[in-house]
């Protein structure tokens, strides 16, 4: 067998035409032709929300993202480097850190904005309206839990901080852990409306 021989079988068609295209400067042009499914382009812009593989995704700052049910949690966590109402720079301080979680503005915003209710003598309402606030929002988290209990609920056994599983038997634990549930639901809500 001689070498030139060796050396033609070793190049296909598609090899020498891709040749030709990269020596005649044509380097978009194709060398073989693919028959099968193609896929239809979709073009998407800023903001749109489209789903796709069994998930949502959006366009944010020219970025193709997924959305998922955390997005919200992210959002209200992740300090901005800007504050919302002054627009000056946030520090990463743990004050920061926490009155944006509650208040969506820094540190300085919310003092300035408490000093003035305490002057106009508006502060204890805001004060209760806060701690109402928050009573409520636990209220709501303790239902939630009672519905979980009531519904899920359903074996007597429990995983202790070390990790061991213990059976418990000999009570209704869970119309016990139901019953105080609602006790203590009622009681904060008498106190929430008094």
């Known amino acids: ?26 380097y978009g042009d194709k060398v073989s032709t693919q028959t099968g ?8 812009k800023e903001g749109d929300v489209w789903e796709e593989n069994n998930k949502t995704w959006t366009i944010k700052n ?17 300090l901005p480097l800007i504050c919302p109402s002054c627009s ?10 926490k009155l944006y979680s509650i208040h969506t503005k820094c540190a300085e915003c919310v ?3 408490e000093t003035e209710l305490k002057h106009q003598g508006k502060y204890e ?6 701690i109402m606030n928050g009573v409520g929002t636990h209220i709501k988290d303790l239902e939630e839990m009672l519905l ?12 202790t901080e070390s990790g061991d599983i213990e059976n ?10 139901i019953h105080d549930l609602q006790d203590y639901i009622k009681q904060l809500k008498d106190i929430s409306e008094a």
């Not at 519904?151 to 007597?156: C, Q, S």
């Open 125 to 130: 309402e805001y004060e209760r309206n806060m």
């Open 88 to 97: 000056k720079p946030m520090k990463s301080s743990n004050l920061n850190k």
């Open 62 to 78: 020219g970025l193709k993202q997924t959305q998922t049910r955390f997005d919200a949690i992210k959002k209200s966590v992740l």
């Open 168 to 177: 418990w038997v000999g009570g209704n634990v869970k119309e016990k852990l």
């Open 1 to 26: 067998m001689n070498n030139e021989s060796m050396l033609q079988k070793d190049f296909k068609q598609r090899d020498i035409q891709r040749m030709r295209n990269l020596i005649s400067k044509k």
């Open 148 to 159: 979980d209990v009531s519904l899920n609920g359903t074996d007597e056994s429990i995983i």
């Open 111 to 113: 003092i300035k904005h």
């Open 37 to 44: 499914y193609v896929k239809q382009a979709v073009e998407h």
